[in-house]
């Protein structure tokens, strides 16, 4: 199964931006499944955020479209996301993720099991 070692979170003032990076160190094929992020707020279930298909097609969930960027560096198998525009609400655990599976659609992220994780990486936005 594949390895996800993510990177990159921190605390940031509300408006401000951070890049989250999830190298791929083993496993999955990376160049042909989706990859994609997820964020867990305390006391829920995670939720997509952003994907990024084989051909480089990019989908996100309505509430961060239009601020984050998702993109992958397929010679370093890097998978990451530009956050732009932050607000408090963003404030979570990120999660990077690979699967067989996984898209957003309709404002919505989906991914099918088994489903591969980072390890999560905290982002704290304050006002």
């Known amino acids: 199964q594949p390895h996800l070692l993510e990177s990159g979170g921190g605390s940031v003032e509300a408006g401000g931006s951070l890049t989250l990076s999830c190298e791929v160190v083993?496993?999955?094929?990376?160049?042909?499944?989706?990859m994609g992020w997820f964020r867990q707020f305390p006391g829920q279930e995670r939720e997509g955020i952003a994907a990024?298909?084989?051909?480089?097609?990019?989908s996100y969930a309505d509430s961060v479209t239009g601020r984050f960027t998702i993109s992958k560096d397929k010679a370093k198998h890097i998978l990451s996301l530009r956050m732009d525009d932050l607000k408090p609400d963003d404030t979570a655990m990120y999660y990077c993720?690979?699967?067989?599976?996984?898209?957003?659609?309709?404002?919505?992220?989906?991914?099918?099991?088994?489903?591969?994780w980072g390890q999560g990486t905290q982002v704290t936005v304050s006002s």
């Open positions: 993720a690979q699967a067989a599976t996984l898209f957003c659609r309709g404002g919505r992220c989906y991914v099918s099991r088994p489903t591969y």
């Open positions: 083993s496993g999955f094929e990376y160049a042909i499944y989706p």
């Open positions: 990024i298909d084989k051909d480089g097609n990019e």
